[in-house]
């Protein structure tokens, strides 16, 4: 018979407890319910620009995305199917099949190593070239094309035909651009199908691990959400609690901030940090992204210094952040203090005009607990919720007043002005993609 001892027991209980505490945390998760019957996207927004506005856009996770695996997803007003081929490389593609129109992202599997191939009738499609191919040397499956002369009224062409022959040949679908970096996998959209204007920075952060993420549902136009990295003046308003259960009167919190496009001729003088401890880090920033040369016009940078304020009265500096708006959609925010560092890496999806998925993706340094990983993401996550609130019932202010002897309005002009240089060919976009919507 054998009797455990206590310090048997007790060990095993802590190991048990660690092991359900590690599973937990070590990545952790808070993904927004959308509500089934949402009515909020429905609100007057005032007149808009486009609701999709040409850049980068994150498609996915790298984690979420394992070889041979196949999803679809609604992004930016396209139908996408995307999967991992069994050579590791990410592929992403018009989800219509041209043969007979199933989507190739639900029951779709990978084929020859590369390809898509589609659940109906088993054609496969290259994700590099984007032809249907009939076996894994690729070569090319030649296809006679059809279509109705008129399928709204379904009439007869001049040989009395109601489906006549347009072409003989290969056939293709469309592929999309693909990059991984970081541990997130993103997509480059384009309204005219233009080549990428800029590359997204691969940040030098070996030393910070993917620890947890956020997901929310916002309703509102896309501009709406990255504006307000730019917005100096509502941190005062909106962002002055620390938590809901301490008092105002105990702890606030005060944020300064300055915001510049990278490719203003006094950039440098205006964002240099005067405190030396801060300015050493931002230059290592700066050294990776400012180097893109092609980044700087599509490039917008925040400074943004946090101070705890304890009974109305005294004022510590406890952080200092740096952040870097890459296109439309795409925000990388750094956050030092003493003891740790943080990367925020923030990614709009646009899934139908006002409704967006918001990222917030937490990296952290591999030293602190995964707990105070999880704690950073719920404090962060619920400064992104006192700014939903104000999104989701918000119109888009169409005509703009601004006091500018403010150098808040001042900052936000300048941000509107530069923002608008992706909705190039947007509008004529949108107007056709009613084709596939009833």
Not at 74 to 84: D, T
Not at 117 to 129: L, Q, R, V, Y
Not at 200 to 209: A, D, F, M, R, Y
Not at 331 to 359: D, G, H, M, N, R
């Amino acid at each position: 018979m054998i009797i455990f001892s206590w310090e048997v027991i007790l060990t095993s209980i802590a190991f048990v407890l660690y092991y359900l505490y590690y599973r937990k945390f070590k990545f952790f998760s808070i993904v927004e319910k959308l509500e089934q019957h949402n009515i909020r996207n429905k609100l007057p927004r005032g007149k808009c620009p486009p609701s999709y506005p040409n850049g980068w856009y994150r498609l996915c996770r790298s984690g979420e995305l394992q070889s041979g695996e196949v999803k679809e997803i609604k992004l930016c007003g396209r139908h996408i199917a995307y999967y991992r081929g069994t050579d590791k490389t990410v592929y992403a593609v018009a989800a219509y099949c041209p043969h007979m129109g199933a989507n190739l992202g639900i029951g779709g599997q990978v084929k020859f190593r590369s390809c898509i191939e589609c659940p109906f009738h088993g054609w496969a499609f290259d994700g590099k070239s984007g032809l249907c191919v009939n076996s894994d040397k690729l070569d090319p499956k030649v296809v006679s094309t059809y279509c109705y002369p008129d399928i709204e009224r379904v009439t007869k062409n001049q040989k009395g035909e109601y489906l006549q022959k347009i072409s003989d040949g290969e056939v293709k679908i469309k592929t999309y651009l693909v990059k991984e970096l970081k541990g997130i996998v993103y997509i480059w959209l384009h309204s005219k199908e233009q080549k990428p204007w800029y590359d997204l920075v691969n940040e030098q952060s070996e030393h910070l691990t993917l620890r947890a993420e956020s997901v929310n549902y916002v309703n509102c136009h896309i501009q709406e959400i990255p504006e307000n990295g730019a917005d100096m003046k509502h941190f005062d308003y909106v962002h002055y609690s620390a938590m809901d259960i301490i008092p105002s009167w105990l702890v606030q919190l005060r944020w300064e901030m300055r915001t510049k496009n990278a490719k203003d001729h006094d950039f440098l003088e205006k964002m240099t940090h005067p405190a030396e401890k801060c300015r050493s880090y931002q230059k290592t920033l700066f050294d990776q992204y400012l180097v893109n040369k092609e980044l700087i016009p599509y490039l917008n940078v925040l400074l943004l210094d946090g101070y705890v304020i304890l009974f109305n009265k005294y004022k510590f500096h406890a952080v200092w952040a740096t952040g870097f708006q890459m296109g439309p959609a795409t925000v990388a925010l750094y956050v030092k203090s003493a003891i740790f560092e943080v990367l925020f890496k923030q990614a709009i999806q646009p899934v139908e005009k006002f409704t967006q998925k918001v990222y917030h993706t937490v990296f952290t340094n591999s030293y602190l607990p995964y707990w105070l990983s999880a704690y950073l993401l719920h404090a962060e996550l619920r400064q992104v919720i006192f700014d939903v609130k104000l999104w989701n019932a918000k119109i888009f202010s169409e005509t703009l007043r601004y006091n500018m002897k403010s150098q808040a309005d001042q900052a936000l002009l300048n941000w509107r002005q530069w923002y608008s240089q992706f909705y190039e060919g947007s509008a004529d976009f949108e107007k056709s993609l009613d084709v596939l919507e009833w």
